[in-house]
């Protein structure tokens, strides 16, 4: 495995696929110890985890001078990104009113 495929693992899928197993466990932790309201708290993690994914994308770009936090909806990780960040911000918003 090349370094760049080696970051992308580490800087994208990884932060994606702990913030959704840890989305699964604060479900069941919620579910079976009622009053614990970890879905809200597994939120803050979810949205922190899509604006380092965009963090990451942003200074991938092959133009390094760019630092405009703009939103691009065309870029590479997006995909995963915004789909973090607004999930967990609901999550954060509304965890203890879903379960």
């Avoid at 990884?14 to 604060?26: D, E, N």
Wanted: net charge positive; proline share 3%.
């Amino acid at each position: 495995m090349s370094s760049k495929q080696r970051s992308v693992v580490c800087n994208v899928y990884f932060p994606f696929g702990i913030s959704i197993l840890g989305v699964a466990i604060s479900i069941g932790v919620d579910l079976f110890f009622p009053g614990m309201h970890w879905t809200q708290r597994i939120g803050s993690f979810v949205t922190v985890a899509g604006i380092y994914i965009a963090y990451f994308d942003e200074n991938t770009k092959e133009n390094g001078h760019d630092k405009n936090w703009s939103l691009r909806l065309r870029s590479k990780y997006t995909k995963f990104s915004l789909p973090c960040v607004i999930f967990g911000t609901i999550l954060w918003g509304y965890g203890d009113l879903l379960l």
